[in-house]
C-alpha cells in the first residue's frame, strides 16, 4: 500500500516544476544566456549525481547483499544499458521539439509546435519519475535504501526541476506566443508525468521486489541518457563558455552532499 511519506515523495519533485513555470510571472522575455545554460548545466549535474549516488551504488549494494559479491555490478550494467536503449528507442519513435531548435526529431507528425515542445519535455521527466517510484518501492527491502535518502531523491529533483520549468514556461510565452498563464500552466503539466510515473513504477515494483536492482539501474540509465542527449549540449551550444561546466559541478555537489547527508 502506498503510505502518506510515499505520496508526498512523490510529488515533491512537481512542485519544483511548478515553482520554476511560476517565473512567467516575474521575468521579463526569455532567460539570459549565460543563467539558462548555467542551470541546464545544473540539472544535469543534480541528475548525474542522483543517478550514481541515489540509484547505481545502492543498485550493486542491494546485489551485493544477494550474495552475488563480485558479480554486483551484472544488474546495475544491464539495468544501465536497458534504460539507455529505452530512452533512445522514445526519442526516435515520438516527434518532439527541443527548445531553442526549429527541426523536430522522431517520425513525421502534423502535431504542432507547441505540442512537440511538450512531449521532448515528457521524455525528459519519464526517467526522473521513475527514479523516484523505483526508490521509495525499495523502502524497507534494502538498508541501502532508506526514507532519508529516497526524499533526498525528490528534493534533489525538485531542485532541478525549478530551473527546469522556468527554461520551459519562458520559451512558450516569448516563441509560442503564449499569455504569461497558459504557459505557466503548460510549465506546470510538464511535470505530471514525474508522479504519475513514479506511481506506475512503485505499483509494477510492488510485484517486482527481486528486480529492484535493475529498476533502479535502468533509471540511472534513462536519466544518463538525457543528460548527455540533451542537457550537456544544451548547456555548451552557442558562444563558448564554461558556465554550463560550472553549473554541472555545482548541480553534482549539492546532490551528493544531500544524499550523502540526509541519507
Known amino acids: 500500500m502506498i503510505n502518506i511519506n510515499t ?8 512542485l519544483g516544476t511548478t515553482l520554476g513555470s511560476a ?4 521575468l521579463k522575455d526569455q532567460l539570459n544566456e549565460l543563467l539558462r545554460k548555467a542551470l541546464l548545466g545544473f540539472a544535469a549535474g543534480v541528475m548525474m549525481a542522483a543517478s550514481v549516488w541515489s540509484l547505481l551504488v545502492p543498485a550493486m549494494n542491494m546485489s551485493e547483499e544477494a550474495g552475488m559479491g563480485k558479480l554486483s555490478f551484472i544488474p546495475a550494467v544491464v539495468g544501465l544499458a536497458a534504460g539507455i536503449g529505452f530512452l533512445l528507442f522514445m526519442d526516435r519513435h515520438i516527434p518532439h521539439l527541443h527548445l531553442d531548435t526549429e527541426s523536430p ?27 523516484v517510484g523505483v526508490v521509495f518501492a525499495g523502502l524497507g527491502e534494502a538498508d541501502t535504501l532508506t526514507l532519508a535518502s529516497a526524499f533526498a531523491l525528490s528534493v534533489g529533483i525538485a531542485i532541478q ?18 499569455n504569461k498563464g497558459r504557459a505557466f500552466v503548460y510549465g506546470m503539466l510538464s511535470g505530471v508525468v514525474e508522479p504519475v510515473g513514479a506511481l506506475i513504477t512503485i505499483l509494477i515494483s510492488g510485484i517486482m521486489i527481486p528486480l529492484l536492482p535493475y529498476l533502479l539501474s535502468f533509471a540511472a540509465g534513462a536519466m544518463i541518457y538525457v543528460i548527455v542527449e540533451e542537457l550537456i549540449p544544451e548547456s555548451a551550444e552557442g558562444e563558448h563558455s564554461n558556465i554550463g561546466t560550472i553549473g554541472f559541478a555545482l548541480g553534482f555537489a549539492v546532490m551528493m552532499i544531500l544524499d550523502v547527508a540526509l541519507g
Not at 502534423?110 to 526522473?128: D, F, Y
Not at 526541476?161 to 503564449?178: H, Q, R, T, V, W
Open 7 to 14: 505520496l508526498i515523495g512523490i510529488t515533491v519533485p512537481l
Open 23 to 26: 517565473m512567467v510571472f516575474f
Open 105 to 131: 526529431e522522431g517520425p513525421k507528425s502534423s502535431l504542432g509546435k507547441t505540442a512537440m515542445m511538450l512531449l521532448a519535455v515528457v521524455i525528459h521527466n519519464i526517467p526522473e519519475g521513475m527514479a
Open 161 to 178: 526541476n525549478f530551473p527546469e520549468g522556468a527554461i520551459i514556461s519562458m520559451p512558450l510565452k516569448a516563441d509560442a506566443g503564449m
